[in-house]
Protein backbone atom coordinates (compact mmCIF):
# COMPACT_ATOMS: atom_id res chain seq x y z
CA UNK A 1 0.00 0.00 0.00
CA UNK A 2 0.95 3.36 -0.68
CA UNK A 3 0.16 6.78 0.19
CA UNK A 4 1.30 9.93 -1.56
CA UNK A 5 1.12 13.65 0.44
CA UNK A 6 1.38 16.87 -1.25
CA UNK A 7 2.04 19.58 1.44
CA UNK A 8 0.97 22.96 0.48
CA UNK A 9 4.64 23.90 0.21
CA UNK A 10 4.74 22.12 -2.52
CA UNK A 11 6.57 18.87 -0.35
CA UNK A 12 6.06 15.54 -1.60
CA UNK A 13 5.73 12.44 0.67
CA UNK A 14 5.48 9.31 -0.09
CA UNK A 15 4.50 6.47 2.75
CA UNK A 16 5.00 2.66 1.90
CA UNK A 17 3.53 0.02 3.76
CA UNK A 18 4.44 -3.63 3.29
CA UNK A 19 5.20 -6.65 4.77
CA UNK A 20 8.83 -5.27 5.73
CA UNK A 21 7.59 -2.43 7.56
CA UNK A 22 7.29 1.30 6.80
CA UNK A 23 9.36 3.32 4.02
CA UNK A 24 9.31 6.90 3.71
CA UNK A 25 10.07 9.03 0.75
CA UNK A 26 10.69 12.43 0.93
CA UNK A 27 12.59 14.52 -0.70
CA UNK A 28 16.27 14.19 0.32
CA UNK A 29 15.57 13.07 3.55
CA UNK A 30 16.98 9.81 4.70
CA UNK A 31 13.60 7.23 6.14
CA UNK A 32 15.61 7.30 9.38
CA UNK A 33 15.18 10.94 9.61
CA UNK A 34 11.85 10.80 8.39
CA UNK A 35 10.77 8.09 10.88
CA UNK A 36 12.42 10.22 13.47
CA UNK A 37 10.20 13.75 12.44
CA UNK A 38 7.13 11.68 12.33
CA UNK A 39 7.52 10.43 15.80
CA UNK A 40 8.29 13.83 16.87
CA UNK A 41 5.45 15.40 15.38
CA UNK A 42 2.89 11.94 15.17
CA UNK A 43 4.20 9.40 17.69
CA UNK A 44 0.79 7.29 16.92
CA UNK A 45 1.64 6.38 13.55
CA UNK A 46 5.30 4.75 14.66
CA UNK A 47 4.29 3.49 18.01
CA UNK A 48 1.50 1.50 18.75
CA UNK A 49 -0.95 3.17 21.19
CA UNK A 50 -1.34 2.50 24.90
CA UNK A 51 -3.91 -0.14 25.82
CA UNK A 52 -6.74 1.90 27.99
CA UNK A 53 -6.32 1.43 32.15
CA UNK A 54 -7.14 -1.69 32.86
CA UNK A 55 -9.39 -1.83 36.09
CA UNK A 56 -8.98 -3.50 39.10
CA UNK A 57 -10.14 -7.36 39.47
CA UNK A 58 -13.38 -7.20 39.78
CA UNK A 59 -14.80 -7.43 43.68
CA UNK A 60 -14.97 -11.55 44.83
CA UNK A 61 -18.71 -11.59 45.18
CA UNK A 62 -21.25 -13.19 44.85
CA UNK A 63 -23.38 -10.25 43.48
CA UNK A 64 -23.79 -10.35 39.63
CA UNK A 65 -24.14 -6.86 38.85
CA UNK A 66 -21.51 -4.94 38.80
CA UNK A 67 -20.27 -2.68 36.05
CA UNK A 68 -16.86 -0.97 34.88
CA UNK A 69 -16.99 3.06 34.51
CA UNK A 70 -14.65 5.16 33.48
CA UNK A 71 -13.46 5.85 36.49
CA UNK A 72 -11.48 2.82 37.02
CA UNK A 73 -14.32 0.95 39.08
CA UNK A 74 -16.11 -0.98 39.26
CA UNK A 75 -20.15 0.21 40.09
CA UNK A 76 -22.30 -2.01 41.91
CA UNK A 77 -25.99 -1.74 41.72
CA UNK A 78 -27.10 -2.02 45.12
CA UNK A 79 -29.79 -4.92 45.56
CA UNK A 80 -32.10 -2.39 46.95
CA UNK A 81 -32.04 -0.36 43.56
CA UNK A 82 -32.26 -3.82 41.78
CA UNK A 83 -35.57 -4.70 43.52
CA UNK A 84 -36.91 -1.13 42.64
CA UNK A 85 -36.05 -2.04 39.28
CA UNK A 86 -37.25 -5.20 38.69
CA UNK A 87 -40.56 -4.79 40.70
CA UNK A 88 -40.82 -1.41 38.09
CA UNK A 89 -40.09 -2.68 34.87
CA UNK A 90 -40.21 -6.73 35.47
CA UNK A 91 -37.62 -8.97 36.68
CA UNK A 92 -37.26 -10.85 32.81
CA UNK A 93 -36.42 -7.40 31.55
CA UNK A 94 -34.54 -6.19 34.04
CA UNK A 95 -32.23 -9.28 33.87
CA UNK A 96 -31.68 -9.13 30.00
CA UNK A 97 -31.20 -5.52 30.11
CA UNK A 98 -28.68 -5.26 32.85
CA UNK A 99 -26.88 -8.53 31.00
CA UNK A 100 -26.76 -6.19 27.87
CA UNK A 101 -25.48 -3.16 29.47
CA UNK A 102 -22.53 -4.64 31.23
CA UNK A 103 -21.55 -5.84 27.35
CA UNK A 104 -22.10 -2.56 26.33
CA UNK A 105 -20.12 -1.05 29.00
CA UNK A 106 -17.00 -3.57 28.01
CA UNK A 107 -17.10 -2.67 24.43
CA UNK A 108 -17.35 0.72 24.15
CA UNK A 109 -14.43 1.98 26.79
CA UNK A 110 -14.25 5.45 25.71
CA UNK A 111 -18.27 5.86 26.29
CA UNK A 112 -18.49 4.26 30.10
CA UNK A 113 -20.00 6.31 32.46
CA UNK A 114 -18.49 7.79 35.49
CA UNK A 115 -19.71 6.44 38.83
CA UNK A 116 -21.70 9.16 39.45
CA UNK A 117 -23.87 8.76 36.52
CA UNK A 118 -23.71 5.14 36.40
CA UNK A 119 -27.46 4.52 38.33
CA UNK A 120 -28.85 7.08 35.83
CA UNK A 121 -27.77 5.92 32.73
CA UNK A 122 -28.96 2.62 33.90
CA UNK A 123 -32.26 3.58 35.12
CA UNK A 124 -32.42 5.30 31.50
CA UNK A 125 -31.87 2.52 29.47
CA UNK A 126 -33.88 0.37 31.31
CA UNK A 127 -36.83 3.03 31.12
CA UNK A 128 -35.85 3.09 27.11
CA UNK A 129 -36.16 -0.92 26.68
CA UNK A 130 -39.46 -0.99 29.15
CA UNK A 131 -41.38 1.59 26.35
CA UNK A 132 -39.68 -0.57 23.83
CA UNK A 133 -40.47 -3.73 25.29
CA UNK A 134 -43.66 -5.35 23.10
CA UNK A 135 -46.82 -5.18 24.65
CA UNK A 136 -49.58 -8.04 24.88
CA UNK A 137 -52.30 -5.97 23.16
CA UNK A 138 -55.70 -7.63 22.11
CA UNK A 139 -56.14 -8.73 18.71
CA UNK A 140 -59.58 -7.80 17.43
CA UNK A 141 -59.32 -10.85 14.13
CA UNK A 142 -58.99 -13.24 17.41
CA UNK A 143 -61.49 -12.06 19.80
CA UNK A 144 -65.10 -14.01 20.19
CA UNK A 145 -67.35 -13.03 17.89
CA UNK A 146 -70.74 -12.23 18.92
CA UNK A 147 -73.42 -14.77 17.65
CA UNK A 148 -76.35 -12.06 18.32
CA UNK A 149 -77.60 -10.34 15.57
CA UNK A 150 -79.07 -6.43 16.35
CA UNK A 151 -81.74 -5.49 14.11
Known sequence: MQIHIQTKDGHSITIKFDAEGISID???LTVE??????AETHPELIEAPEKPD???ARPDDTWPWYFPSRDKAWYRLK????????RS???????????V????????????????GMMRFINSWLSRAYAQAPTA???????????????
Open 26 to 28: KES
Open 33 to 38: EDREAI
Open 54 to 56: ELP
Open 79 to 86: EQDYRDFT
Open 89 to 99: YGRELVEKELK
Open 101 to 116: ILMWSNANFSKRKSLR
Open 137 to 151: KPSLTNAPQSTATSW
